[in-house]
């Protein structure tokens, strides 16, 4: 079994920063892309900043310069440190995982709980 556990997130005043941590454990051979996403309300899931490894990391065009994602492979975690947030912007952010479990168990797709991060206007 696979979990995705999330910290961070809550309310945010328009120009603050807030930072994200999501940690992938259990029964775990290769951990593949790891990736932050977000959906409001009303709107469709979409990828905030995804990373193949700890170098190889890529940002949507409406974060670039503002968001930071980092990844700790040794640990299976990533963060997003996010500045200069917004009220265009709040949503469930979520953490993904492409995880290859060993024997039987194959290769998967794993989400996170999603905290919520809310930026009043």
């Known amino acids: 079994q696979v979990q995705l556990v999330e910290s961070g997130g809550g309310l945010v005043q328009p120009g603050g920063s807030l930072n994200l941590a999501c940690s992938a454990s259990?029964?775990?051979?290769?951990?593949?892309?790891m990736a932050w996403y977000r959906q409001s309300p009303g709107q469709e899931r979409e990828v905030v900043a995804s990373a193949a490894d700890r170098s190889n990391i890529n940002y949507a065009d409406f974060v670039k310069g503002r968001f930071t994602m980092s990844r700790d492979g040794a640990n299976h975690r990533i963060y997003l440190q996010m500045n200069s947030l917004n009220p265009e912007e709040p949503a469930v952010y979520s953490c993904?995982?492409?995880?290859?479990?060993?024997?039987?168990?194959?290769?998967?797709?794993?989400w996170g709980q999603g905290p919520q991060v809310t930026v009043p206007s």
């Open positions: 259990g029964n775990i051979f290769i951990v593949y892309t």
């Open positions: 993904f995982a492409d995880i290859l479990q060993p024997g039987s168990a194959g290769r998967g797709h794993y």
